[in-house]
């Protein structure tokens, strides 16, 4: 009887300016960061949490970007209603990734969020909420090891969001 014949186990090396793969658990991981993130910015902006439980779960460009935000829709007097959905988010294929740093693309359905003044009166958005194609970058804190989202920003390439 004849053996196929055996190759060695190759294992992979890595160079220190080579990024390592990433597990499966690091990307589940940070996408559920993303979605929890997502989850509890609805409720900041209904005034259901604080912008403090947020801003603990960003860092970076990020970070800034919410607390002015949530300063300026404070300021205004204006929250929303409804909730957005996240209709896909997954592993990015065409940004690179690496052991510290995840990249995400996410679809976000906005069509059934509201604006409202101060007075309960709805305001009209400047552009009509919809399917936002967005990159999310999210980062691993090394103190913490949580993932935390660093920057969200409108994308072309990859899935498509209908």
């Given amino acids: 009887m004849t053996q196929a014949p055996t190759t060695a186990a190759?294992?992979?090396?890595?160079?220190?300016?080579?990024?390592?793969?990433?597990?499966?658990?690091?990307?589940?991981?940070?996408?559920a960061a993303y979605v929890a993130y997502v989850e509890l910015a609805q409720k900041v902006d209904s005034g259901l949490a604080?912008?403090?439980?947020?801003?603990?779960?960003?860092?970076?460009?990020q970070h800034s970007f919410d607390r002015d935000?949530?300063?300026?829709?404070?300021?205004?007097?204006?929250?929303f209603e409804g909730a957005p959905?996240?209709?896909?988010?997954?592993?990015?294929?065409?940004?690179?990734?690496?052991?510290?740093?995840?990249?995400?693309?996410?679809?976000?359905?906005?069509?059934d969020v509201r604006m409202f003044d101060r007075s309960g009166n709805e305001v009209a958005f400047e552009t009509p909420?919809?399917?936002?194609?967005?990159?999310?970058?999210m980062e691993l804190d090394p103190t913490s090891g949580a993932?935390?989202?660093?920057?969200?920003?409108?994308?072309?390439e990859g899935p498509t969001c209908e």
């Fill in 10 to 31: 190759i294992t992979p090396t890595y160079h220190p300016s080579t990024p390592t793969p990433l597990s499966n658990a690091d990307v589940e991981a940070a996408i």
């Fill in 50 to 61: 604080s912008i403090d439980d947020l801003l603990a779960l960003s860092t970076g460009i």
């Fill in 69 to 79: 935000r949530y300063e300026s829709l404070q300021a205004r007097g204006l929250r």
């Fill in 85 to 111: 959905i996240i209709a896909l988010a997954t592993l990015s294929l065409s940004t690179p990734s690496r052991s510290t740093m995840i990249a995400i693309d996410a679809c976000i359905d906005s069509h």
């Fill in 129 to 137: 909420p919809g399917v936002l194609s967005v990159l999310v970058t």
């Fill in 147 to 156: 993932w935390l989202v660093s920057h969200s920003t409108p994308r072309s």
